[in-house]
């Protein structure tokens, strides 16, 4: 049976692939500055899940809360990598002016990248907070 932190690394390395391929096709995007930023978030995300996956075995929680630690998790880095080059595609404005470099998108999909990158914010958050608790100094087992 493969073990999740082997899962983790795979996602990891995938989703870091995912992120290079985006670069090469940064130039082809509605909002270039987003697609460097959807470039970056592939290959961010990617390394955090191998970091993740490095470490998992030390992470000590009950198993439901480690389960969803685990789904948040993958969620919430490819949901990044896929709202932030979504972004880029529509041109939309959506949580990140400083990228949108004057580009705006329908209003339909200003609110889709919104509620897509809000739901990234806490996913990741919750997920970070789970893998805090199961790092503290107290076993629970």
């Known amino acids: 049976m493969e073990s999740t932190n082997r899962r983790l690394m795979w996602h990891g390395m995938f989703l870091f692939l995912v992120g290079l391929v985006t670069g090469f096709v940064e130039p082809r995007f509605t ?21 993740l996956g490095a470490i998992w075995n030390e992470v000590q929680l009950p198993s439901r809360a480690k389960a969803i630690a685990y789904w948040t998790l993958l969620y919430g880095t490819y949901a990044n990598w896929f709202m932030t080059t979504l972004a880029a595609v529509f041109g939309t404005a959506a949580l990140s002016p400083i990228s949108a470099a004057g580009h705006s998108g329908q209003p339909w999909q200003e609110t889709l990248v919104t509620a897509g990158f809000m739901s990234v914010g806490v996913v990741i958050v919750l997920s970070s907070v789970l893998i805090l608790w199961g790092l503290r100094a107290r076993s629970l087992r």
């Open 31 to 51: 909002n270039v500055r987003m697609g460097l930023a959807a470039h970056l978030e592939g290959v961010m995300n990617g390394t955090f899940l191998v970091a």
